[in-house]
């Protein structure tokens, strides 16, 4: 199963709470079709799961998981760091150990 790593739980937790989103909103990963026609990995905040969504929540962070990119990620841990520019940076990494 995906993890989330605790600077991600900060950074959905903090992405969250602004502009007075409901409670249940998190993070939104799926299949995107980039302009090259190339499909690609999307990262997005929703305000809650779609009904074939994995839901991972830890520490009150909610990660929803396309079904159809879950298995991609098993082995997988999301990370996030902040920018120079203070804007937040989110990242797949393999899972350590």
Known sequence: ??????????????????NDLPPQTGVRISSTTGES?????????AEGPLPEDEVIEVQ?????????VA???E???LDAQ?????QVQ???????G
């Open 75 to 77: 082995d997988k841990a």
């Open 37 to 45: 026609g190339a499909t690609a990995l999307g990262l997005s905040v």
């Open 71 to 73: 298995a991609d990620l």
């Open 60 to 68: 009150g962070a909610r990660v929803f998981v396309d079904s159809a």
């Open 82 to 86: 902040v920018t120079e520019q203070g």
């Open 1 to 18: 199963m995906l993890t989330v790593t605790d600077d991600a739980v900060t950074a959905i937790r903090t992405l969250a709470a602004q």
């Open 90 to 96: 989110f990242m797949l990494a393999n899972q350590p």
